[in-house]
């Protein structure tokens, strides 16, 4: 059973906390940080390590952000960090609160980012435990992969590998499909949850591909596999076009409607997700639907907050008393007027619509159930 009161107070109590350990102006910087107030992605909330990537892949969409290819770490300490996230309204606190996925800006553990990363796994597993996620293309050698290990009792690793046939095309500066399976030995090895990330997929992708990557890496200790679509902007289009992408006409075809801008327009791939489905199940990999599914077994922990649900155990998710979901609000300044129970909690809530989102997301992680508000 979990209150869901009590999650607050522990919020309340770590950010006084780690105020006491903060310099003024310290506590100023990590106060208005984006981390104190960016709304969660579906797979939990995303810490920014640092900003840019040497690696230059042709299909990453953070250059049509406005980063670069100089790396550079992000400003805060640890400390600041795990203040600013714990001040985050719509973050829940501790290894039932929001996961927290590191890498989507960034490469987390190129040398210019690496020691921030470790200093952000550390600091903040020590005084938040929330479950924490990276996905990384780096060559963890075993010093580093036992540094990580060292960092955190538990973390989630994902490690990305797409191709093995047009990675020097695709991924330019990263290190080679050999190495990251040695990353995925070398992080199993140090005993950190592993798990293939193929994503995004590529149109065009063979079934020899898929079975070669899935294999090599369940041998060298993946615990499963993560699987994405691609995801194209105009520029992106553009930059593949200028290498001769093999693929562009298939790439083309599955794009629906108009790619215009930095927008990123998923392309349909349904097809493909299905042959590699298929193909995983056969070489017995586990499939988990999502980054977070994968970070929440590595934590032990079950969830049914989203329609891909239920992960893990569903006789292992948390009681709770539907009367605090009620008195939540209070703490949001929102009214709380009706709570249906059920597969998805459904709530009946008046207030400013912000707040209400807040009150969600920090619902649905203690919960770990879809909460559905309506005004
Ligand atoms: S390693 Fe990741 S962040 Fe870096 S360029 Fe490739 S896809 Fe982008
Ligand atoms: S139910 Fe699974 S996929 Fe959905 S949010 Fe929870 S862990 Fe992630």
Redesign the pocket.
Known sequence: MISLLEAWEKKRELLSMLKEKLSQSEFEESKKDPHSLRPPR??GLTVHTGFGCAFCCVYCYIYDMGFTSKPRPYPLSGLQISYAISSNPSVAIGVGGTPLAFGAITEPFMDESRKKTLEYISTISSYLGNPIQFSTKTFIERDLASEIRKSAEKVSALVTIVTTSLYKLLEPKAPSPDERFMSIENLSRAGVHTVLFLRPILPGMKIDEVEEIVSRSLDAGARGIVVGSMRVTEKMIRRLKCINYPYMDDLLKRIPGMVRGDKQVTLRMNDLKKMVYDEAWKLGARIY??A??A??DAHGIS?????????GDPDNLPGFELDEVRALGKYYEIRVEKVIPGDALKIKASGDKMRIKQFVEFAKWVT?RKVLAKS
């Open positions: 579906p797979c639907p999502s977070c599914a970070n929440m969830c049914n907050a989203c329609d891909m649900g239920p992960c770990k």
